[in-house]
């Protein structure tokens, strides 16, 4: 009896689960202050207020977390939720975790995951921009480029050796119906019958070393009843509602650290192609070049130039921001930034992407200017 009893525990003990160990970690940041804009609307008027969405980053919390599978796999998640400190409200159209929502598995191979994400567009420029997303970075040219990121999305990315490949496809871009950048409207898409409606899909090559880095990549999303085309320079959004519209984006840029100095830039080429013969092309192109120094371990001094040419729209403007952060500590840090943005007689650009309200007269030049200080946790 003793015997059998034995056997059965053995037995109830080698068939039970074996669970593996993970973890969850709480993430965040939080990022404000008073910006100062000349020229904020038609009649010339300057404003001083508290920007509503970003600063020297956006604000946000999340949450990560990972369970070893064993044999070099793991189950991941990101749950990630933007957030303005002026009033405390929801970025994301009110989303609750409009930044980024998904699960999936990663291992030697890569990541396949699975949700609300990044298009390869975010990723490919994360180390040539030197400002990233920036209230005075590019995000104040073209909206989508910080906000590159779609819903009901299926992505791949993996590091063999410092070269990257990313993909990710998108079934229906926008499946909340809250927009995920200005002026793009919003495409829920998967509709029976319409297979390319708000369809997006995108790719990327990145190969990065110890003091220099590469990358490439190509962004497309198609239209649908609601999508727009917003070109940002005070120009009604363009309206992409055929599945055959196509916004497209493609980048080439690069980073290199020469004497302590980390250099990055590129190009975007924007190229809007309508399904209608009847309906023109419209064309942007976007160059930026950056540059970042420690003058102390504490202290840092950056500074970006960009340039865009729209010339469907005769739309044409420069802009040039430097930024100074001082670390108080490995968590917080004090930023004083200031920019300057030169419009072409036809456009109205406007030099800050702080929630909007500030746009120019066409053939406005703007001044803006910011101090403010950062948390991370």
């Known amino acids: 009896m003793k015997i059998k ?33 000349s020229h904020a609307n038609a009649n010339g008027s300057k404003v001083v207020r508290m920007p509503g969405i970003t600063g020297e980053l956006p604000s946000r919390w999340g ?3 990972a369970e070893d599978l064993g044999g070099g796999y ?69 909206a989508y480029v910080p906000n590159a990121r779609s819903d009901n999305t299926v992505a791949y990315k993996g590091t063999f050796s410092g070269l990257t490949v990313g993909a990710t496809y998108s079934f229906g871009r926008d499946g909340a119906g809250t927009g995920n950048s200005p002026g793009q409207g919003t495409c829920a898409g998967q509709i029976p019958g319409q297979a390319t409606n708000c369809r997006q899909w995108s790719a990327m090559l990145k190969y990065d070393a110890s003091t220099f880095g590469v990358a490439a990549a190509y962004d497309e999303q198609r239209g649908g009843a609601t999508a727009a085309a917003n070109f940002f320079d005070g120009v009604a ?84 921001t430097i930024r100074t952060a ?22 109205a650009y406007s030099v800050s992407a702080g929630g909007g309200g500030t746009t120019p007269a066409r053939g406005a030049n703007q001044v803006g200017v910011m101090a403010g200080i950062r948390h991370m946790f």
Request: aromatic content about 12%; hydrophobic content about 40%.
């Open 326 to 347: 001082y670390y108080l500590s490995k968590q917080t840090a004090v930023y004083l930034q200031g920019s300057y943005l030169g419009n072409s007689q036809h456009a």
């Open 74 to 142: 793991k189950a991941v998640f990101t749950l990630e939720s933007g957030f303005n400190l002026r009033g405390g409200d929801m970025g994301q159209g009110g989303r609750l975790f409009g930044r980024q929502a998904w699960v999936g598995v990663s291992g030697p191979y890569g990541t396949l995951s699975f949700g609300r994400q990044y298009t390869m567009t975010f990723w490919a420029n994360t180390d040539s921009d030197i400002l990233g997303p920036d209230i005075y970075g590019l995000g104040s040219l073209d």
């Open 5 to 37: 009893q034995l056997a059965v525990a053995a037995c109830c003990v080698l068939s039970a689960p074996v669970f593996a160990q993970s973890s969850v970690t709480l993430y965040g940041i939080l990022d404000t202050g008073i910006e100062y804009v």
């Open 237 to 320: 959004p363009a309206a992409l509602t055929n599945g055959g519209d196509k916004d497209v984006r493609i980048q080439l840029d690069g980073w290199a650290k020469v004497y302590g100095v980390r250099l990055g830039g590129g190009w975007l080429g924007r190229r809007v192609n309508f399904a209608s013969s009847a309906v023109p092309s419209i064309h942007s192109d976007l160059f930026y070049l950056g540059a970042s120094y420690p003058i102390t371990p504490a202290l840092f001094l950056e500074g970006e130039v960009y340039r865009i040419v729209n010339a469907r729209q005769d739309a044409r403007a420069s802009m040039g």
């Open 63 to 65: 949450m990560r977390g």
